[in-house]
């Protein structure tokens, strides 16, 4: 394939930014501009303090320090970036539709198209564009059609190359993939381009476990780990619920049915529910994707899935109400935790949000901590969701930087994200500032339940009989 030394990202989110950081670390004869339209995250990214860039991620900044200014820019120069570059990521979000047809269940691709229709205006030369967002299977059809009728003369080429990162160790699993997986056409010029950016990676990543496979294979792929991996997460949580009834404990049950081989030990930790940014909005776009193919039995298995993780979060917060004597009005609740998982700021869909939001509803006052999400966030989150008024949402919930405050005189603890810290904390001091009966609702099986009603708490835990 053609040498790239010039690679251009559209979106500088929690993909783009990271994968162009550790492209532009392992490769220093590649310049990598990372352009995006929003221009605070843009110069959050440029902050001279790396602690300051948009995206926490566990070593992400001794990245980004290494390669910025020498082969790593970001900015808001699209069209300049487009024009210079050889290679092309697309790694613009692609969130659920929230208007029209297959709305909150088909994957909304304007921002790809208006990239794609920007990349045909401004292109001169011939351009490897490359799917990095979570694209629906033939996706990269469209995008092919919308460049090849510009009539400038220009080819394109169409790879896709999904990232199988997950959000808190993104860095690690940037420089060390299970696997990279790049999809493109069988003809002799589309396996070329997919070769010039096998030797992208193959900079840090032995041959082998670069995957190459046709256009529909890889961005079906990308569904089907995303679909995979949340099945496992909702198989167990259905089983914690029969657990919390017949005495068994789901976390000794994982644990024995994860020494099969077969089945293996990973993503099998019962809790309040998955969150995050991808696993529902893809779930919900092959569940749309398989329907508008007729099948119904294929969609309405996966979209199990779902409707047991919206179960999971719902008696979670259910549990509360129950627990608390049938009512928390006007009782404070302490959240530890906003993030949908430890090491990330990223709150996008977070199983805390939908836990607040059932617990507004019962007139429960929320104290949030998190050490990563701002207090504006929490708002947002909650604003979004347009239950209840701006007003409301800001009344009823405090956000503050210290736990213990959070946790003064709380009815209750729920802790909503597995951040090892809540771990360290210095539980006799929060029992003694709370109110009694002092109740901890653990919805990710973090702390040491034993420990705990020692101290005098009342405890529940996922999965485990009260
Ligand atoms: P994000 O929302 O953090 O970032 C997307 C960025 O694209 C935003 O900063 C936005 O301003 C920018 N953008 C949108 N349209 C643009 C345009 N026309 N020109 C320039 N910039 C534009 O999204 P995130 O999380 O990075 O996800 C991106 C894609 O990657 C999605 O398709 C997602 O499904 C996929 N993905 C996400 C993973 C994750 O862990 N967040 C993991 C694997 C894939």
Redesign the pocket.
């Known amino acids: 394939g053609k040498k790239i030394s010039k690679i251009c990202c559209?979106?500088?989110?929690?993909?783009?930014?990271p994968t162009m950081a550790v492209i532009a670390q392992k490769c220093p004869h590649i310049t990598v501009t990372v352009?995006?339209?929003?221009q605070a995250?843009i110069d959050a990214w440029n902050d001279p303090d790396t602690n300051n860039i948009p995206?926490y991620e566990p070593g992400l900044d001794a990245v980004v320090a290494e390669a910025r200014g020498r082969n790593l820019f970001f900015s808001t120069e699209?069209d300049k970036a487009i024009d210079e570059a050889e290679m092309i990521f697309i790694?613009?979000?692609?969130p659920t539709k929230t208007y029209g047809t297959g709305k909150g269940m088909a994957?909304d691709l304007k921002?790809i198209e208006?990239?794609a229709r920007?990349i045909a205006r401004v292109a001169k030369d011939d351009k490897i564009v490359v799917e990095?967002?979570?694209?629906p299977v033939r996706t990269a059809e469209a995008v092919k059609n919308i460049l090849q009728n510009t009539g400038n003369g220009v080819n394109y080429q169409i790879l896709s190359n999904?990232?199988?990162?997950?959000?808190g160790t993104?860095v690690e699993d940037l420089h060390a993939p299970d696997r990279v997986l790049i999809g493109g056409d069988t003809t002799p010029e589309g396996q070329e381009a997919l070769e010039s950016l096998v030797e992208v990676y193959a900079n840090w990543v032995p041959r082998e476990r670069i995957l190459t496979t046709n256009l529909w294979s890889s961005e079906l792929s990308?569904l089907t780990a995303n679909a995979f991996l949340a099945q496992r997460v909702s198989s167990i949580n259905a089983l914690s619920e029969l657990c919390e009834r017949t005495g068994a404990d789901v976390s000794e049950v994982a644990r024995s049915i994860g020494t099969d081989s077969r089945i293996g030990p990973k993503f099998l930790k019962s809790s309040v529910g998955f969150g995050?940014?991808?696993f529902q909005?893809?779930i919900l776009n092959l569940v749309y994707i398989a329907r508008s193919y007729g099948l119904k039995e294929v969609a309405d298995y996966w979209e199990q899935v779902i409707i047991m993780n919206d179960h999971q979060k719902r008696r979670f917060a259910t549990n509360i109400v129950k627990t608390l004597y049938n009512t928390v009005s006007g009782k404070k609740i302490a959240f530890l935790g906003w993030a949908f998982k430890k090491d990330t700021n990223?709150t996008?869909e977070s199983a805390a949000i939908y836990v607040a939001d059932d617990l507004l509803n019962e007139q429960a006052g929320i104290s949030v901590y998190d050490p990563k999400v701002p207090e504006s966030q929490v708002y947002s989150d909650l604003d979004y969701l347009e239950t209840r008024a701006s007003e409301k949402n800001k009344q009823l919930v405090t956000v503050v930087t210290d736990p213990y405050e959070a946790c003064k005189d709380a009815h209750a603890i729920a802790v909503l994200t597995e951040w090892d810290e809540f771990k360290e904390y210095d539980w006799i001091k929060i029992f003694e500032n709370m109110k009694k009966p002092a109740f901890v609702f653990d919805g990710r099986n973090l702390l040491d339940t034993n420990k705990l009603k020692d101290i005098g708490f009342k405890v529940y835990s996922i999965g485990k009989e009260a």
């Open positions: 559209i979106g500088a989110g929690y993909v783009g930014g352009v995006d339209l929003n995250r995206v699209v790694s613009v979000n692609t994957a921002y208006l990239c920007q990095k967002s979570t694209l999904p990232e199988f990162l997950a959000e993104a990308k995050g940014s991808c909005k893809d990223d996008r």
